[in-house]
């Protein structure tokens, strides 16, 4: 009976596989009603094939779930994708507002992007709408970034101002200019300029001009333009809404300084000038390979002896407007010319988008009256020093915080200069310009704990010391602030320099070195009116060498170089073959005076220099000889390499014991 109600093994199987086969389809069918309800409700699924490894599976699924997690605060927002047309009527219908970024791409913002995308008809664009506004993208990843996560850029703060760019690429011939600057004009949509260009554009658009008769006058005439022709109609075409917004890239101008100085007085002032470098060896190839070219269509000046002359010219003027732009605005770069398009590409945007950044960011400090660092904007000395605020060249932050009078003069590059209320003030450090951009309404008037005093302290040469006699230096001509650092001792008084002059309230102060100087120019105040001693040390009287006894007079002229000499004697201990130690020891200190002679020549000092070590070499061969000879026989493959050679030496020294002069 027992083994009837049994269940066998394939009874098991069975029944235990219908159990999974019921409770499968049972699961399916709630799946199924699962996904028909999500779809209803828009929300979407993801499939992961369960079947693989748990490692593999949980990796495919953190991946699916990426969107979801990385772009939570966006979870529930949606994107619309349309068209730049599409865009453009919902925009002009009001249908959707225009965003607070413009026509900035929110994505390239956030990169530190400061070149506003380039959108022209033929350009590419990729417009989202996002609630009631639209937003217009610059690449397709960008779109899709924002799309994700758009709550993320809507948190970013409001575009910057835009800028123009204002380039000017120069260089030799075939380096490459008119490439580059054409790549940027269809990258960027900057305006490229040459002169020829500017002047053909200028003809075109105000033919009834004055300026173009007298262009065709020239031209009629078969005469180079003049370049204050060439700079005017330059200075018209630059008035262009394009130019104005976008900017401009100068191709190969200016190439003198004559036209420099054009420009100049016409405010056309490029913020970057690249100067493309090439050999003339590759100006040559360069010109060989273009007049073999099969795409070319017209013959051009360009043959081996032109190009000489075009080589030549531009090596005799780039100078003079390298040396120019480098002193007044210090904004000359220099860029390889033999390398890649990609790369000269790259790096000019680079140059660009950096500059930007520096003029964005003092356009934003400067219209919420805050200040800014003026350097890299191309700010001239003489621009600086006409708009120097309350402290001239002083620094307010030293003079605010620790009451000194620190002298920024020397600073010509712009780097510790900043803008507050229209004026400039320079900074003795980064410290300091850290400070004055942070609160600078502590550090100027009328807020500013010290002014600038009346009497500035002023460091005197020695011709203008004697310009000024018979005026005597103050405090007797000693240093006041060796006597104050030294809490006014008697000990403490010490001559001052005639080299270290300041004149200050009218008086010359004479400093021991710089130093001292330097400290009393910060703080005069402190060390002027210090009172002298009742006592002071008796008066110096010149008083001539010859008139000294022997061993004062030898102590005031050669004392010095006599105990160099034979302290260095005394350390080597000289020993000449063939000669005794006492004249060894004469011979060593004779060599020594004349090869460290003051009054000397440099050509004889340095002949004597080498005989003393020369006479020092044959000196260490008895050491050397003695260290490797003993009584016992070497054969010559166990000597020293040099041995030899250092034997026939010092044999060949008995012929000559002592050393030809």
Request: aromatic share 10%; net charge positive.
């Amino acid at each position: 009976m027992e083994g009837e109600d049994d269940e066998t093994e394939e009874e098991a199987v069975d029944r235990i596989r219908g159990e999974i086969s019921d409770r499968y389809d049972t699961d399916m069918q709630v799946i199924s009603q699962l996904q028909n309800t999500l779809e209803d409700l828009n929300i979407p699924r993801i499939m992961i094939d369960a079947s693989r490894k748990p490692k593999v599976v949980f990796y495919s699924l953190c991946q699916q779930l990426r969107s979801i997690t990385d772009f939570r605060e966006s979870l529930f927002s949606q994107c619309l994708a349309v068209r730049a047309r599409q865009a453009n009527e919902m925009l002009a219908k009001g249908y959707k507002q225009s965003s607070r970024f413009g026509r900035w791409d929110p994505v390239e913002l956030e990169q530190g992007c400061a070149i506003q995308p380039y959108q022209a008809p033929g350009r590419l664009t990729y417009p989202v709408v996002f609630r009631a506004h639209t937003y217009f993208m610059s690449s397709l990843e960008n779109r899709q970034k924002f799309m994700d996560n758009p709550l993320h850029y809507l948190k970013l703060s409001n575009p910057p101002p835009v800028v123009p760019v204002k380039l000017a690429i120069v260089g030799p011939p075939k380096s490459g200019k008119t490439m580059l600057a054409r790549r940027l004009e269809r990258d960027h949509g900057i305006v490229c300029l040459s002169a020829g260009e500017a002047v053909r554009q200028f003809m075109v658009d105000f033919p009834t001009s004055s300026l173009t008769k007298e262009m065709e006058t020239h031209l009629k005439a078969g005469v180079t333009l003049p370049d204050a022709l060439v700079v005017e109609a330059l200075e018209a075409i630059m008035l262009s809404q394009r130019c104005q917004t976008r900017g401009y890239v100068l191709d190969g101008y200016p190439n003198t300084i004559e036209q420099v100085k054009l420009m100049t007085e016409l405010c056309i002032i490029p913020v970057q000038i690249i100067e493309l470098t090439l050999s003339a060896k590759e100006v040559h190839w360069r010109g060989t390979a273009d007049r073999h070219s099969p795409d070319r269509a017209l013959p051009l000046h360009d043959s081996a002896p032109i190009l000489d002359v075009r080589l030549s010219s531009y090596k005799r003027n780039i100078d003079v407007v390298r040396s120019h732009y480098q002193k007044e605005h210090r904004n000359w770069y220099v860029l390889e010319g033999n390398r890649s398009k990609w790369w000269l590409n790259n790096k000019c945007a680079e140059l660009m988008n950096e500059q930007l950044k520096t003029a964005q960011h003092y356009l934003s400090k400067r219209n919420v009256g805050d200040a800014a660092s003026i350097f890299g904007l191309c700010v001239s000395p003489d621009e600086c020093k006409n708009r120097l605020g309350e402290f001239s060249h002083y620094c307010p932050v030293s003079l605010a915080t620790k009451h000194e009078l620190v002298d920024c003069s020397y600073e010509t590059t712009m780097k510790f200069t900043a803008e507050y209320r229209a004026r400039y003030y320079k900074l003795a450090g980064q410290t300091e310009l850290d400070m004055f951009l942070a609160e600078a309404h502590k550090y100027v008037s009328p807020t500013a704990p010290h002014m600038l005093p009346d009497s500035l302290p002023r460091y005197v040469t020695k011709s203008e010391v004697k310009q000024m006699f018979p005026k005597e230096l103050a405090f007797r001509g000693y240093c006041p602030v060796t006597y104050v650092l030294g809490n006014k001792r008697y000990e403490a008084l010490t001559p001052g320099s005639r080299d270290h002059v300041v004149l200050y309230d009218d008086e010359l102060f004479s400093m021991l070195d710089d130093k001292s100087m330097e400290m009393f120019l910060r703080q005069p105040w402190k060390y002027n009116r210090t009172p002298l001693p009742a006592k002071l040390p008796p008066a110096r009287v010149a008083q001539d060498v010859t008139s000294l006894p022997m061993l004062g007079y030898m102590e005031q002229t050669v004392a010095k170089a006599i105990i160099a000499a034979m302290t260095s004697c005394s350390d080597f201990k000289p020993k000449y073959p063939y000669v005794n130690a006492h004249k060894s020891a004469l011979l060593y200190v004779g060599y020594h005076l004349k090869a460290h002679n003051p009054k000397a020549t440099e050509y004889s000092r340095e002949k004597y220099r080498k005989k003393l070590e020369k006479f020092k070499e044959h000196c260490d061969l008895i050491k050397y000889l003695g260290h490797n000879m003993n009584r016992r026989y070497k054969p010559e493959p166990e000597r020293p390499i040099d041995f030899n050679y250092k034997m026939d030496e010092f044999l060949a020294l008995k012929s000559y014991p002592l050393p030809i002069h």
